[in-house]
């Protein structure tokens, strides 16, 4: 079965790794996903996020240029196998031809430093989908993380994990970026983003938009999921929810190990959301590479283990084709 896989960290990874002086390359490595596996896994379309983190670099958006040029040389080597794509015509011609399509991704707008002429090179260099935060306060919005005030009104550091944020979305520059976004065709993700900034980008988006790589709270209440009407509101939206592989946000009691990502626990997830929001939602966001979880599908060689799953949990045919990659298809050949 075909598989579209809406997130994964795989080339921050190999940047990171020879910037330590490893040889890691695209084709082959013991990371979640390389060509091979990809491969063997019957992948149609790898989006591969540049996942910036915006504290730890001291020059965000020449770092996410440095990290582009790793994208396109470790695709430039592999040609004949996986190619770049910017379309949906892009991803129809590489299944013809027997190649895997590669989406190029942002995973924290703060990369940009608050500038749309870099939002408007980045579309030119390739990038399709860009997740609006991660983990910190970037000009754009907040995370999903409960804040300190001060006494002067200065919002401070995170004081709570757990509670989500329902009070700071977006900011008025992140509405501003989020219109560009859909005028020049880059699709708005919203995992990592506060439940205010859910709704905020509910409010102001014209278009469809993803959250890449999120469950469902209902099943593991942590903050990074979804609420049951998030999931109803993105469904109405015509968007789709990407399932995470990450332990810390599958895991329902009452498993003891969580560190272990278990497909039964998976399926847990993709049953709920199916009945709140319906079939057409769910996709997959695995997340491969951005998680420190031992998982029960090693890595992106063994995904069809997952289908396994479903089919054998009263799952369709059709229902998992649906999940696997037609509803992220149907979902780029509007958007792309």
């Not at 037609?326 to 050949?333: G, P, S």
Request: glycine share 6%; with cysteine; proline share 2%.
């Amino acid at each position: 079965m075909r598989v579209v896989d809406m997130h994964c960290d795989t080339i921050g990874e190999i940047y990171e790794n020879r910037l330590l002086g490893n040889k890691y390359e695209l084709k082959e490595n013991n990371l979640h996903v390389d060509i091979n596996k990809l491969i063997k896994g019957e992948y149609l379309l790898q989006n591969f996020a540049m996942f910036i983190d915006i504290k730890k670099y001291k020059n965000p958006y020449k770092t996410l240029q440095e990290m582009i040029q790793v994208y396109y040389e470790e695709l430039e080597e592999n040609r004949d196998i996986i190619k770049p794509v910017y379309s949906y015509e892009d991803i129809s011609m590489c299944a013809n031809e027997n190649k895997i399509g590669a989406l190029l991704t942002i995973e924290d707008a703060g990369a940009l430093e608050g500038s749309l002429i870099n939002l408007k090179t980045v579309y030119e260099q390739g990038v399709r989908l860009i997740t609006l935060t991660w983990n910190h306060i970037n000009g754009v919005g907040f995370p999903n993380f409960k804040f300190k005030i001060d006494a002067c009104g200065n919002i401070t550091e995170k004081v709570d994990l757990i509670t989500p944020n329902t009070e700071f979305g977006l900011t008025a520059f992140g509405v501003e970026l989020l219109r560009e976004m859909e005028r020049l065709g880059i699709i708005v993700d919203v995992s990592h983003l506060s439940d205010a900034g859910f709704y905020d980008v509910l409010k102001y988006s014209k278009k469809p938009f993803v959250a890449s790589h999120s469950n469902a709270r209902a099943v593991t209440n942590v903050v990074r999921n979804l609420t049951d009407d998030m999931i109803r509101k993105l469904a109405d939206k015509g968007g789709v929810v990407g399932i995470n592989f990450c332990s810390n946000f599958v895991m329902p009691t009452p498993h003891t190990d969580l560190t272990f990502t278990y497909i039964e626990d998976l399926v847990k997830h993709i049953k709920h959301i199916k009945n709140v929001g319906g079939i057409d939602v769910i996709a997959l966001g695995t997340d491969f590479d951005g998680i420190q979880s031992t998982l029960e599908i090693k890595d992106a060689s063994q995904i069809q283990l997952l289908a396994e799953a479903l089919l054998n949990n009263d799952f369709t045919y059709e229902e998992v084709e649906k999940i696997f990659y037609k509803n992220t298809m149907n979902l780029y050949k509007e958007l792309l």
